[in-house]
């Protein structure tokens, strides 16, 4: 069944900072188009809009509210990385591929871009002011220079370059760096008006979205499918299946739930600094990582910062995790002393076993784009293009994205206890600084 979570919003600073909600009805009869899209973030919009840009009539189906997901949540961070570096890429799997991904990745950064001049918009607050990843110690920052000096030489990225432990001091007002990688690419959005103008321009489109539409049941019916909601069936050529680390809300989505890892990312955000001793923290308006494997990261967005981490989160937010990121960006920066922690909210990011994202096509008519292993802003805004293309019949060339199959986690039933050992495992090598 559907998550009892209410399609009221997420307290999150996003929804505190957006502009109007683009409202959408909910399906109430029955219905025929060319594609059925289950999931109304990113992928599902995306695809929508490519879909109708090669004449074909698509619906998106959101059982809770544009953007509830992944995408209405997110950090904001636009990159065009992905879980694995591009120097591990080439290892396991040759330079070639390598540059296959390396440039998706730039396209995609291109694309939000192009996207947002495209649909105006403003409340997006896009700024391309790159990234800066923080070695937590030595040994780390030997990889970063390594990492940078290979993309540099062998995929002729002029766009990286490395600072030291002062630069990244002096720009962070953070303790403790060894140094730092600076990536020009990217920067930092608005992550859910980001959304709410996607799906506003589709509307103003004329493209079919149905909000609290949750697809219950998937079939196959004649040539087609039929996608079962609560108060109306779709009938359609094709299915994409968008829905990431919400893959298991109803028993529509089973056939790529056990592919995905949802891991809980949760992220706090302070009162406006201004007036406070913390006002100059962070001013370039970067989005920072850090190297350590339960990593934190932080930027600013407007006059607060914003802080996050993967670590000790369950099921469900705690009041004692929330405390802990808290006191982890407080030693951070101490500058915060007496700055109040205003917004608190979390969500799943989806994992996959090889910790790509993937896309491809389950059958004859059902095809799925998801698996962003946390980075996904850029790609899924953009990943339509490619699902079209997949739906119309061609075979995009996604580098890994579309060569790998998308494999089923094993024993996918102890997922949860699992995650919580490699988090704490991860969280120990952290702790004793390996
Ligand atoms: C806390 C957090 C921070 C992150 N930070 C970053 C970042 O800074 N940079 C970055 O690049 N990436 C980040 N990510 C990842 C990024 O947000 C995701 O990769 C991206 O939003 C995925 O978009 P999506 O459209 O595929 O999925 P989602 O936005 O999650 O959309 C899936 C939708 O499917 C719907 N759905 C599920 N089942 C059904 C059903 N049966 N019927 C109808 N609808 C259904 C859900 O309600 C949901 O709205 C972050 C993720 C989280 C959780």
């Known amino acids: 069944m559907v998550a009892p979570t209410s399609p009221a919003d997420i307290a999150s600073l996003w929804q505190a900072t957006s502009v109007a909600r683009p409202a959408f009805g909910s399906l109430a009869s029955d219905h025929a188009f060319d594609v059925a899209i289950i999931g109304g973030g990113y992928t599902g919009l995306s695809t929508a809009r490519y879909l109708a840009k090669s004449g074909l009539s698509p619906v998106v189906l959101e059982a809770q509210r544009i953007g509830w997901g992944a995408s209405g949540r997110n950090g904001g961070v636009v990159s065009g990385k992905f879980r694995i570096g591009f120097k591990d890429i080439a290892a396991r799997h040759g330079i070639d591929t390598a540059r296959r991904m390396h440039a998706l990745g730039m396209e995609a950064i291109e694309h939000v871009g192009q996207l947002i001049e495209e649909l105006g918009m403003e409340g997006a607050d896009y700024r391309p002011s790159g990234s800066l990843r923080c070695a937590h110690n030595p040994h780390t920052l030997d990889v970063l220079k390594s990492e940078a000096a ?71 019916e004649g040539a087609g499918i039929v996608a ?21 809300l109803t028993p529509a989505t089973a056939p790529v739930r056990k592919a995905i890892i949802p891991f809980r990312s949760a992220m706090i955000a302070t009162e406006p600094l201004a007036g406070t001793p913390a006002a100059g923290l962070l001013s370039t308006g970067r989005s920072y990582t850090e190297t350590r494997r339960m990593m934190r990261w932080f930027r600013k967005s407007g006059d607060r910062l914003l802080y996050g981490g993967r670590g000790a989160f369950g099921k469900t937010d705690t009041e004692s995790a929330f405390a802990a990121l808290e006191k982890a960006m407080r030693r951070q920066f101490p500058a915060l002393a ?13 994992m996959t076993l ?7 096509r389950l059958d004859d008519r059902v095809v ?61 090598l952290d702790a004793i600084g390996r």
């Open 150 to 220: 290979w993309l540099r030489e062998t995929l002729g990225d002029r766009g990286v370059s490395m600072l030291d432990a002062g630069a990244v001091a002096e720009e962070t007002g953070a303790r403790g760096f060894a140094g730092g990688m600076l990536n020009h690419h990217g920067g930092v959005i608005h992550p859910l008006n980001f959304v709410r103008g996607l799906a506003a321009g589709l509307k103003a489109q004329g493209i079919a979205l149905f909000e609290s539409t949750p697809v219950v049941r998937v079939g196959r």
């Open 354 to 360: 090889d910790s790509l994202p993937h896309l491809g």
């Open 338 to 350: 007496g700055v109040k922690v205003t917004h608190r909210w979390s969500g799943l990011v989806a």
């Open 368 to 428: 799925y784009a998801l698996g962003y292993n946390g980075t996904g802003v850029a790609l899924a805004s953009g990943i339509g293009r490619h699902v079209a293309a997949l739906v119309a019949g061609s075979q995009p060339d996604l580098g890994l994205l579309t060569r790998q199959p998308l494999a089923s986690i094993p024993f996918y039933g102890l997922r949860e206890p699992a995650v919580r050992l490699v988090a704490g495992w991860y969280q120990f």
């Open 228 to 248: 079962e909601t609560p108060a109306g069936r779709i009938t359609a050529r094709q299915l994409v299946i968008a829905t990431n680390s919400y893959s298991d």
